[in-house]
């Protein structure tokens, strides 16, 4: 391609952030396709990283001085490279930053590149884009920014994160085994890519929630048969099941290998997933949760709070008001959700475009959210 970036490339970008050098199909910034960890820490400076090991062997280290993640392949070569959103470096391909910024922004500015170097683009699971050429494929998460006092909060803006990878893996970066366990094991939410179409605030019905006991026609501890009628006989129109002794694991003798639960149901028409539990007990699959769906759901009431297809951080702000007033806990899970402690009720976030709004996951009193 015209204008290719040589040289490792590093620098302070908006924010202070670092700045590197995007080489297509050969590094990026200080890192070069093939180094092995010790010359990865080595170029970032960083000794001691969190990493997975499989078999003896280095899978990937995450460097969260610089927000990125190195992967390894089967000799322990560097094959491809995470960037955070957030926290990572500002990767710049000809003059443009890919990282940390509005995901219709850089497809344009994606498109508009491609098109000039002849180079094709593939649409990814997140609806963003794959570029083999360059060994780049682009992802979107929610923006997080410091507050007043330093400390990290969501906001809600969609900004770019980054997968640089070599030759071998541009094709189909995820295909690869440790790619995919590298981004399941970083709590990424699942990809949506669209349409992001929102149900308009007067289309939505109104629920009132009792936290601990029901979420508007829907009561905890209902039977999928009873939980499908309550929505006046929808079908799901998907469902989530696990094996809980799979062959070949030592829980393989504790159960049928074969045996499957149900753990999760979706209805589209009503924009609200169901979530299972009960079998350890032996009486599931029974509701436990209740989300609703920030697209397309209904309204959820929490003492006249609405919960659903708000900015997210108006509805933060009036769970926070809520807690301070009467006397309550906040809990911060892994996600970065916010719940009120002893009530089970979660504000979360779905992707509209550039911006998110909020949904409402209610649970009852047995149900954990990781």
Same mark, same amino acid.
């Given at each position: 391609?015209?204008?290719?970036?040589?040289?490792?490339?590093?620098?302070?970008?908006?924010?202070?952030?670092? /700045?590197?050098? +995007? $080489?297509? +199909?050969? *590094?990026?910034?200080?890192?070069?396709?093939?180094?092995?960890?010790?010359?990865?820490?080595?170029?970032?400076?960083?000794?001691?990283?969190? *990493?997975?090991?499989?078999?003896?062997?280095?899978?990937?280290?995450?460097?969260?001085?610089?927000?990125? /993640?190195?992967?390894?392949?089967?000799?322990?070569?560097?094959?491809?490279?995470?960037?955070?959103?957030?926290? #990572?470096?500002?990767?710049?391909?000809?003059?443009? &930053?890919?990282?940390? %910024?509005?995901? =219709?922004?850089?497809?344009? $500015?994606? =498109?508009?590149?491609?098109?000039?170097?002849?180079?094709?683009?593939? +649409?990814?699971?997140?609806?963003?884009?794959?570029?083999?050429?360059?060994?780049? =494929?682009?992802?979107?998460?929610?923006?997080?920014?410091?507050? @007043?006092?330093?400390?990290?909060?969501?906001?809600?803006?969609?900004?770019?994160?980054?997968?640089?990878?070599?030759?071998?893996?541009?094709?189909?970066?995820?295909?690869?085994?440790?790619?995919?366990?590298?981004?399941?094991?970083? !709590? %990424?939410?699942?990809?949506?890519?669209?349409?992001?179409?929102?149900?308009?605030?007067?289309?939505?019905?109104?629920?009132?929630?009792?936290?601990?006991? !029901?979420?508007?026609?829907?009561?905890?501890?209902?039977?999928?048969?009873?939980?499908?009628?309550?929505?006046?006989?929808?079908?799901?129109?998907?469902?989530?099941?696990?094996?809980?002794?799979?062959?070949?694991?030592?829980?393989?003798?504790?159960?049928?290998?074969?045996?499957?639960?149900?753990?999760?149901?979706?209805?589209? @028409?009503?924009?609200?997933?169901?979530?299972?539990?009960?079998?350890?007990?032996?009486?599931?699959?029974?509701?436990?949760? &209740?989300? @609703?769906?920030?697209? =397309?759901?209904?309204?959820?009431?929490?003492?006249?709070?609405?919960?659903?297809?708000?900015?997210?951080?108006?509805?933060?702000?009036?769970?926070?008001?809520?807690?301070?007033?009467?006397?309550?806990?906040?809990? +911060?899970?892994?996600? #970065?959700?916010?719940?009120?402690?002893?009530?089970?009720?979660?504000?979360?976030?779905?992707?509209? *475009?550039? /911006?998110?709004?909020?949904?409402?996951?209610?649970?009852?009193?047995?149900?954990?959210?990781?």
């Amino acid at each position: 391609m015209t204008g290719r970036n040589t040289g490792v490339g590093m620098g302070v970008g908006v924010g202070g952030r670092a /700045s590197w050098l +995007l $080489d297509p +199909l050969v *590094g990026v910034g200080p890192l070069r396709f093939g180094m092995s960890p010790e010359q990865v820490n080595v170029a970032l400076g960083e000794d001691a990283p969190h *990493g997975v090991l499989s078999g003896g062997l280095r899978l990937w280290n995450r460097y969260r001085q610089h927000g990125v /993640s190195a992967i390894f392949g089967p000799r322990e070569q560097l094959v491809a490279v995470g960037i955070n959103a957030n926290r #990572g470096p500002l990767v710049l391909l000809e003059g443009v &930053v890919l990282v940390g %910024r509005a995901p =219709s922004e850089v497809r344009a $500015d994606i =498109s508009r590149i491609a098109l000039r170097c002849g180079v094709k683009e593939v +649409l990814n699971a997140e609806g963003e884009q794959d570029v083999p050429a360059w060994g780049v =494929s682009v992802g979107a998460v929610q923006q997080w920014l410091p507050d @007043a006092e330093g400390f990290p909060q969501r906001g809600d803006a969609v900004v770019t994160d980054l997968l640089v990878t070599g030759p071998g893996l541009a094709e189909n970066p995820y295909g690869d085994a440790t790619v995919a366990s590298w981004r399941s094991n970083s !709590r %990424r939410p699942a990809p949506e890519p669209g349409p992001w179409t929102v149900r308009p605030e007067r289309e939505r019905p109104q629920w009132e929630c009792v936290p601990l006991e !029901r979420v508007g026609p829907l009561r905890f501890e209902m039977t999928p048969e009873q939980v499908s009628a309550a929505l006046g006989g929808e079908t799901a129109s998907s469902r989530g099941t696990y094996h809980p002794f799979p062959a070949g694991t030592p829980w393989a003798a504790q159960g049928d290998p074969a045996e499957e639960r149900l753990v999760e149901e979706r209805f589209e @028409a009503a924009g609200v997933c169901a979530h299972y539990l009960g079998w350890e007990e032996g009486r599931g699959p029974l509701l436990a949760a &209740v989300t @609703a769906l920030g697209r =397309s759901g209904p309204q959820v009431l929490l003492d006249g709070i609405p919960l659903v297809g708000r900015p997210v951080t108006a509805v933060e702000a009036d769970i926070v008001r809520y807690i301070t007033d009467n006397d309550l806990g906040l809990r +911060l899970p892994v996600s #970065g959700d916010k719940e009120i402690y002893g009530l089970g009720v979660l504000v979360r976030a779905a992707r509209v *475009g550039d /911006s998110v709004i909020s949904e409402a996951r209610l649970g009852a009193e047995q149900w954990y959210e990781e």
